[in-house]
């Protein structure tokens, strides 16, 4: 009878953060934040459960670490979809920004559960006080249409315009990633659509 061969369990200091954080998110878009654990972890690296401690103080650790990640590539791709817009239109930019914005929720379905979800899996986003990063940068963009005039309201409405157009994105995406958004007969990708709603209204004087 053979004797079954065991690969050697890796040493603490071979592994890296980064390994730890790949490994993370690959469970995460498997399993969910509940199928999240040190454990599961560590037998995907083949090291011992106390090796990632090392690297994370506690699992929310590096939940917050995970984050930190989304925020980052997140931000990455708005940047270059409004960057590769050269018309300078702030419409354009803001049109690019939901369709990358979809395009990373779509692919990173659980990663933004845990990014914007306000309570998921005992997380709580109070470990993250200030405003993503990805909405500032939105804002931002927002600020640029109000200032050159491309969208005609008073200065001082652009944080509320801003708030009301990123709940529009999240709620399209919300209700793609729970199956509830159905695509009328003859109409259009919905991000698109909506695109189309808020340039005609907002390239309106208020009072029209």
Request: with cysteine.
């Amino acid at each position: 009878m053979l004797e079954a061969h065991h690969k050697p369990r890796r040493i603490r200091n071979s592994l890296s953060r980064e390994e730890i954080r790949d490994v993370s998110l690959l469970i995460l878009k498997e399993e969910g934040l509940d199928g999240l654990s040190m454990r599961k972890i560590a037998n995907r690296l083949g090291c011992s459960v106390a090796s990632p401690y090392s690297y994370y103080e506690s699992q929310i650790d590096l939940v917050q670490d995970l984050i930190r990640t989304g925020e980052d590539e997140l931000l990455s791709m708005l940047k270059k979809a409004s960057a590769d817009v050269t018309t300078g239109s702030a419409f354009e930019q803001l049109a690019a920004i939901a369709r990358s914005y979809f395009h990373f929720a779509s692919n990173n379905r659980e990663l933004h559960k845990v990014m914007f979800v306000t309570d998921y899996g005992g997380v709580h986003r109070k470990a993250f006080p200030q405003l993503p990063k990805s909405y500032r940068f939105f804002l931002e963009t927002v600020r640029i249409g109000f200032d050159s005039g491309e969208i005609p309201y008073p200065k001082n409405e652009y944080p509320a315009i801003a708030r009301m157009m990123w709940s529009w994105m999240y709620g399209v995406i919300v209700l793609d990633m729970t199956g509830m958004l159905r695509k009328r007969k003859g109409a259009g990708n919905p991000i698109e659509e909506g695109i189309s709603y808020f340039q005609k209204l907002l390239s309106k004087q208020p009072n029209q």
